[in-house]
């Protein structure tokens, strides 16, 4: 095994100049904690480097482009080539006591995933800080419970039998058994389908780790379950004790909207997080679509009205009450005793909660109606929102109304103080607007790699996952828009269809720089990567050192 070379915590990777040996275009990495092993390894018939840090990390040439992936293996700390007759190209490795050979599949992929088969489509998740297990809600519409599939089973047995005439009825009771006693696997031949507002839904407890389910917790028919919170109740008989919330409706219909009622299943965690405990049943007349932990109590979010519930013996106990939600809320998030409400055709709502005198007004709103998917805190003063026709929206309150929270902290003012349209007296400001082109199912402020900065990430309806980076200096947002303004001219859509129109969809684009179409550059010829960038007054590979260092500062 060829002794390998050791750096502190960083990798370097610089060009080197064949005539005079010096090294240009030097751009370092962030490996991990440890001192960092570099040894080489074949990879596809080419040279590669395998960086062994706190995390191991691969540099290959892939498809005419430069890779620096991190492997989703376990932390190793040694590692040679390997080839036999059963792993052509593989590496050997130690990791702890162990040898282990390993073989480096699907290069070029940025993820790396595992799939779980579920019995209904996944609506919602939450995961135990403790135990770390993912309590899951599964809901399907047009789909019969297992019950109700036995049920309507046995009755077209019995149906089969009794219209049958006297001289075939033997067989037919034959066919009947065979029917009964028949199970078809429903991945190859798809399961019946129950009609519209017929809805089957179930709670599942999942170790992501092992990849194993603990507990499966099934709904009746036509109950379904959409919202879940995990909290901690100030006044829970057992102290420190963790609930999951759940909450359902009955026979609900999807256009027009409507339903019989739903319910707030309250259970405790138990046996470190793998099961749980039904401490009772609250109905709600509306359908709850939106759960967050407040201060030791639920907030629920009930149709257009919004509460606050506490624990009590026999049901959740309703404390206070909000009835100035416009439409419907389909999201709830809060910041101290600040709330940000989501309604699912009026943007945003800024709520505050006044503990003396127990109510919550809304002091603040959107000037635009936004049909909201997802929104998320990023301060508290502003909020990242997502509406279903693929545009993202970061809005914050004005400085107006942040005096005037400062000089009315009672709140009186902001009851009778009505804006324009019954709306509220303060509006909120938009500082950025982009048109992403796909419906938003999740937004986030996550942290992808060690030691890195903050970033709004995004995930869409068809698989799409994304982030929104800030910019920290001016010098950068001067030279990723003037990059981005000469690569609509260099890189024209293959429709025809212009850049600038088609990220402005809806509203006009506003405060964000395209970075998609700025990655572009690499792709270009070397004459246009020239032309531009001397037109920025740079090097072509300043530019590309500029990319790359955006993105590995917050993602990979």
Not at 62 to 75: G, I, K, T
Not at 535 to 542: F, K, N, S, T, W
């Amino acid at each position: 095994i060829p002794k390998p070379l050791s750096n502190k915590s960083s990798g370097i990777n610089a060009e080197y100049g064949g005539v005079t040996g010096e090294l240009s275009d030097t751009r370092t990495r962030y490996l991990g904690t440890r001192a960092v092993k570099l040894f080489r390894i074949p990879v596809q018939g080419f040279d590669a480097v395998l960086a062994i840090s706190s995390r191991s990390w691969l540099s290959y040439f892939y498809q005419s482009r430069f890779h620096l992936s991190p492997l989703s293996y376990d932390a190793l700390e040694y590692a040679c080539g390997f080839s036999s007759e059963q792993c052509s190209q593989g590496i050997v490795a130690i990791s702890t006591n162990t040898l282990r050979i390993l073989a480096l599949e699907k290069l070029g992929a940025i993820f790396n995933q595992v799939t779980m088969p579920l019995k209904y489509t996944p609506r919602k998740f939450v995961v135990d800080d403790e135990s770390n297990n993912m309590i899951m809600i599964e809901t399907d519409h047009n789909t019969f419970t297992e019950a109700s599939k036995l049920q309507r089973k046995q009755q077209i047995a019995e149906e089969m039998v009794e219209t049958a005439d006297e001289s075939s009825r033997v067989e037919v009771v034959k066919l009947a058994e065979q029917f009964l006693t028949d199970d078809l696997a429903e991945e190859t031949f798809t399961s019946p389908k129950a009609g519209a507002s017929m809805w089957a839904s179930q709670i599942r407890i999942l170790n992501p780790i092992k990849q194993e389910t603990l507990e499966i917790i099934k709904f009746e028919q036509n109950e379904a379950a959409f919202s879940i919170c995990v909290c901690q109740f100030n006044n829970s008989p057992i102290p420190g004790a963790v609930y999951v919330v759940v909450g359902t409706v009955k026979e609900m219909s999807l256009a027009p909207r409507s339903s019989s009622g739903g319910y707030l299943y309250c259970y405790r965690l138990v046996d470190d997080g793998c099961h749980l405990e039904l401490v009772h049943k609250t109905p709600v007349d509306d359908i709850p679509t939106a759960l967050c932990s407040f201060s030791g109590r639920l907030l629920v979010g009930v149709g257009k009205l919004l509460r606050i519930y506490d624990l009590g013996k026999r049901k959740l106990l309703r404390k206070c009450e909000n009835k100035q939600i416009p439409n419907h809320i389909v999201g709830i998030k809060c910041s101290g005793q600040r709330i940000l409400v989501s309604d699912n055709q009026e943007s945003v709502h800024f709520l505050r909660y006044r503990q003396s005198e127990n109510a919550m007004s809304v002091f603040a709103d959107d000037t635009l109606p936004r049909w909201v998917t997802q929104a998320t805190l990023l301060d508290y003063y502003t909020v990242a929102v997502a509406d279903k026709f693929g545009n993202l929206a970061v809005l914050r309150l004005s400085q107006d109304a942040r005096d005037f929270i400062e000089d009315d902290p009672t709140g009186n003012k902001a009851i009778w103080d009505r804006g324009l349209l019954n709306g509220a007296s303060q509006k909120l400001d938009m500082l950025c607007m982009f048109h992403i082109g796909e419906a938003v199912s999740y937004l986030d402020l996550a942290t992808l790699i060690p030691g890195g900065s903050e970033a709004l990430v995004y995930a869409t309806l068809s698989g799409t996952v994304g982030m929104f980076v800030p910019f920290t200096s001016r010098e950068d947002i001067d030279f990723f828009q003037h990059l981005e303004m000469h690569m609509r001219n260099e890189s024209s859509p293959i429709c025809g269809r212009d850049h600038l129109a088609y990220r402005s969809s809806y509203v006009p684009v506003k405060g964000v720089v395209d970075g998609d179409l700025c990655e572009v550059y690499n792709s270009l010829e070397p004459a246009k990567r020239r032309a531009v960038a001397s037109e920025l007054d740079r090097q072509p590979g300043e530019v590309s050192k500029k990319l790359e260092d955006m993105r590995t500062t917050y993602a990979f």
